[in-house]
C-alpha cells in the first residue's frame, strides 16, 4: 500500500446529523472494516424501527471483480484507487431493473472521519459520515 492509499481498517460509527440518507434514516449505523489492500471487508450493523440487519461486502481494491449479495440478489462489485479515494462500483438486478452505485470512499488526514458519498449513481446526494471508534 502506498501514503496515497490509506488503510481504512476500523470501527465507525455513523454520525447521524452530518450523513445525508436517501431513504429512511437509521437510528444507528456501525461499521467495521478489515482492510489489508487489495483485499477489504465490511461488515455492517444498521439499526432501524424495524429491527437489526446485519451485512456483510468482501472485495478487492484492485480493480477485479467480485460477488456479493445484497438482501438476496447478487451484486458485482469493481473497486479501484483514484489516488488517495477509493471507487466501489456495484452493479444488480432487482425487481426487473438495473441498479448502479459508485460509492467513493475518503479518509480524513487524521483518520478520524471515513466519508462515503455516492455522487453520479442511483444513490446520487447520499453521504455517510461515520466517525472512528476503535
Do not use: C
Not at 454520525?15 to 467495521?32: C, I, Q, T, W, Y
Not at 489492500?37 to 480493480?63: C, H, N, W
Not at 462500483?89 to 483518520?111: K, T, V, Y
Amino acid at each position: 500500500m502506498t501514503a496515497a492509499h490509506p488503510d481504512f481498517s476500523g470501527t465507525y460509527r455513523a454520525n447521524l446529523e452530518a450523513s445525508k440518507f436517501l431513504g429512511a434514516k437509521p437510528l444507528a449505523l456501525d461499521v467495521a472494516i478489515e482492510h489489508r489492500d487489495p483485499k477489504l471487508i465490511q461488515s455492517i450493523i444498521s439499526t432501524t424501527a424495524a429491527g437489526e440487519e446485519r451485512m456483510v461486502y468482501t472485495f478487492t481494491t484492485d480493480g477485479a471483480d467480485s460477488v456479493n449479495t445484497i438482501r438476496g440478489t447478487d451484486a458485482h462489485t469493481r473497486a479501484h484507487w483514484e489516488g488517495s479515494e477509493l471507487v466501489i462500483e456495484s452493479w444488480m438486478n432487482a425487481g426487473g431493473r438495473e441498479f448502479r452505485f459508485r460509492d467513493f470512499w475518503s479518509l480524513s488526514e487524521d483518520g478520524k472521519t471515513l466519508t462515503m458519498a455516492h455522487r453520479d449513481d442511483d444513490l446520487a446526494g447520499q453521504i455517510s459520515v461515520l466517525e472512528r471508534i476503535r
